[in-house]
Each structure stands twice: as structure tokens, then as C-alpha cells.
């Protein structure tokens, strides 16, 4: 069945700097979740993506989805504390969701 | 406040027990799902229901089972034929298909 796959697995990033994670699919999706885990916690949704290439922006993140609707990215602009956790992202695959295995995301403060 | 309620938080279980995981919502959502989490793998669906009284295997079944006789409640029964249970266990609803989820704060599983 269809998977999404998340790269890369870690990232270390410096407090301030700006990183991306990448999610790729071999199928074209018809939307695109995104969920973050803080450590010890659960995932919560953040944001879903439906149009050829969209984007959307929540504060310091912007989402993208693809032109071909087969990849997304998450782009954290100057990376604070709080953005520790696990980034997932999601498509959909016979009616249910399939997640990437995430992106996980420490600070060096 | 509406929500997802898994207990235990942590639960331990014995060689040859079958010990049951629950998960109750109050969000009026019809479908629930039941992951499991291991270090460095993300979410794996054990099991599904998108309606009263029906469910369906995800990826990861065997040794587990579930049942949906409310709409509120989806518990998971870990059974003594599931030889490696130590993980994670979330439990998740939303109003069914592609809409998003929204995840209880799980349980953990240990082996004593």
C-alpha cells in the first residue's frame, strides 16, 4: 500500500537557524497532514494540506504541498526550544491514514 | 472539555496475561483507531472502527484484538499471543476517512 516517507529521521538544529523536513509519497495523495509530538507527549494535529501546491503558514512554520501532490515540507524559521518534538506527516490510504515515521527535532540552545 | 481519555498511563503485564488498554472520547467522532509506537517507527495501526459495532485489522493485528459496542469506547486487549507488547500505545478519533485525528495521551506497556 501507499507509504509516505519522512527524511531525515533526526535533526539537530541550532537555536535561531532554519531547517526543513521532507515528506515523499509514490502516489499521488489528495491531502497532506502534519502532526507534532512533543517528547513524552501525543501527537497533535497541526495542519492539513488539500490543493497542488499550497502553502500555509502558522507563525515561525510554513507547510507546502507539491505540484504533483506526491511530496510536502515543513520549514521551521528560526528554531526556538519549543519546537522540540516529532514531526509526522500523514496520507491518506484506504480510508485511513498512513504516518511517516518522523522527523525528530532537537535544539542545541 | 471534550476529548480522548486512554488509562492506564502505564500498565505492566505478566507472561501469559492478556491485559486490556482503554480508550474512551466524548468528541461524538464515529471512528477510532488504536496505534502502536516503538522508538524511531512512528504510528503502526493495530486496529480501526469507522462505526458502531464494526472494526477492522490495520497493519499490526495479530495478538491483539478490540471491541466497539459504544460509540465512546474502543478498548484494545493486548493478548498472551502478542510476544513483544513493550511499546506505546495510542488511541485516536476523528468524524471518520481522511478527517484529522485527535490522540489520547497514551499508554505505555511494559513487561515484568
Known amino acids: 500500500g501507499q507509504q509516505v516517507m519522512q527524511i531525515p529521521q533526526y535533526q539537530h538544529v541550532q537555536e535561531g537557524e532554519d531547517f526543513t523536513t521532507y515528506c515523499n509519497s509514490s502516489?499521488?495523495?489528495?491531502?497532506i497532514q502534519w502532526y507534532k509530538q512533543r517528547p513524552g507527549g501525543h501527537p497533535v494535529f497541526l495542519i492539513q494540506?488539500?490543493?497542488?501546491?499550497e502553502v500555509k503558514k502558522q507563525k515561525r512554520l510554513t507547510f507546502q504541498f507539491g505540484e504533483a501532490k506526491k511530496n510536502s515540507s515543513l520549514h521551521i524559521t528560526a528554531t526556538q526550544t519549543t519546537d522540540v518534538g516529532t514531526y509526522f506527516c500523514?496520507?491518506?490510504?484506504?480510508?485511513?491514514?498512513?504516518f511517516g515515521a518522523g522527523t525528530t527535532v532537537t535544539v542545541r540552545a | 472539555d471534550g476529548g480522548i481519555t486512554q488509562s492506564p498511563k502505564y500498565l505492566f503485564r505478566k507472561e501469559g496475561q492478556n491485559v486490556t488498554l482503554s480508550c474512551e472520547q466524548n468528541?461524538?467522532?464515529?471512528?477510532m483507531y488504536w496505534y502502536r509506537q516503538d522508538p524511531g517507527q512512528g504510528l503502526r495501526l493495530i486496529y480501526y472502527?469507522?462505526?458502531?459495532?464494526?472494526?477492522q485489522k490495520g497493519d499490526i493485528a495479530e495478538g491483539y484484538s478490540v471491541s466497539r459496542e459504544k460509540k465512546e469506547s474502543f478498548p484494545l486487549t493486548v493478548t498472551s499471543a502478542q510476544k513483544n507488547p513493550t511499546a506505546f500505545y495510542l488511541c485516536?478519533?476523528?468524524?471518520?476517512?481522511?478527517?484529522?485525528?485527535?490522540f489520547g495521551d497514551g499508554t505505555r506497556l511494559s513487561i515484568l
Open positions: 472502527s469507522q462505526i458502531v459495532n464494526d472494526f
Open positions: 500523514a496520507g491518506p490510504r484506504d480510508y485511513k491514514l498512513s
Open positions: 468528541l461524538n467522532h464515529d471512528a
Open positions: 494540506l488539500v490543493k497542488s501546491g
Open positions: 502516489t499521488t495523495l489528495s491531502n
Open positions: 485516536a478519533s476523528n468524524l471518520g476517512g481522511y478527517q484529522p485525528q485527535h
